[in-house]
């Protein structure tokens, strides 16, 4: 079971990232570790060390994902004047269009 919590926050930090600030992070531990709690058939150290376990991978699956978005930011091509209309201002160029 204590795989399953570390995979889960894994992929949990990896959504997370892509797609929230780093602030999403508080409540996300909360709700994780209030999760493990509440089924916990464990002693209370091995409690104590998945929730730690879990918020850790929480917090480095949400650098992943917000590296993989900073990266997926940069690569993405800035389409702002094809919302105008390409002869409108400037050109993908640079040059300035006076119709």
């Known amino acids: 079971m204590v795989v399953a919590y570390f995979v889960i926050a894994a992929i949990a930090g ?3 990232g892509l797609r929230f600030k ?3 992070l508080i409540p996300a531990t909360l709700v994780a570790v209030i999760a493990i709690v509440a089924n916990g058939h464990q002693p209370k150290v091995a409690l104590a ?4 376990g879990t918020a850790v991978l929480l917090q480095i699956g949400y650098f992943v994902g917000g590296t993989v978005r900073a990266h997926l930011s940069r690569r ?3 389409n702002v004047n094809s919302a105008h ?3 409108e201002g400037r050109s993908a160029h640079g040059e300035t269009n006076n119709h």
């Open 14 to 16: 990896i959504a997370l």
């Open 22 to 24: 780093v602030f999403v």
């Open 49 to 52: 060390l998945t929730a730690l």
């Open 76 to 78: 993405a091509p800035s």
């Open 85 to 87: 209309g390409a002869h």
